[in-house]
C-alpha cells in the first residue's frame, strides 16, 4: 500500500492551495482517508476525514468553514482544499487510510490510521 501527498508550497496569507493524495497498492475506494498536520515542535494533529461510502467528512474547528475534502475513487485520490490560508496552517501534511467509520475517531486518534503517506509541506508566508 502506498500513498503519495503533493500540492505543498509556499502560500500567501489570505491564499489558496490544493493538496493531493493519491493511493496505489489497494482498494482505496473502501478505505477512509484522513489528513493530519505537524508543526515544528507542535504533535500531530488531524484536520479534515472523509469517509468511503457515503463521503461524509469532519473538520477539525480550526479549519472548519475554509477547508474541503472529496475524494474521487475513479483516480484514487483524495482532495484537501486550503482556503483562506494563516499562519496556523503553517505544517507538514500527511495523509492516511483507514478502514473505520467514524470520521470523528479518525481525526482524533492517530492510532486509527493503518497507514501513511510520506507528508508534503505547506509555508504560509507573504
Known amino acids: 500500500e502506498q500513498l503519495v501527498e503533493s500540492g505543498g508550497g509556499l502560500v500567501q496569507p489570505g491564499g489558496s492551495l490544493r493538496l493531493s493524495c493519491t493511493a496505489s497498492?489497494?482498494?482505496?475506494?473502501?478505505?477512509?482517508f484522513a489528513w493530519y498536520r505537524q508543526a515544528p515542535g507542535k504533535e500531530r494533529e488531524g484536520v479534515a476525514c472523509?469517509?468511503?461510502?457515503?463521503?461524509?467528512?469532519w473538520f477539525a474547528d480550526p479549519v472548519r468553514g475554509r477547508f474541503t475534502l472529496s475524494r474521487d475513487n475513479a483516480k484514487k485520490t483524495v482532495y484537501l482544499q486550503v482556503n483562506n490560508a494563516n499562519s496556523g496552517d503553517a505544517a507538514t501534511y500527511y495523509c492516511?487510510?483507514?478502514?473505520?467509520?467514524?470520521?470523528?475517531?479518525?481525526?482524533?486518534?492517530?492510532?486509527?490510521?493503518?497507514?501513511w503517506g510520506q507528508g508534503t509541506q505547506v509555508t504560509v508566508s507573504s
Open positions: 492516511g487510510a483507514a478502514m473505520v467509520n467514524n470520521m470523528y475517531r479518525l481525526c482524533l486518534l492517530e492510532g486509527s490510521v493503518d497507514f
Open positions: 497498492g489497494f482498494n482505496s475506494e473502501n478505505y477512509a
Open positions: 472523509i469517509s468511503h461510502g457515503d463521503f461524509r467528512t
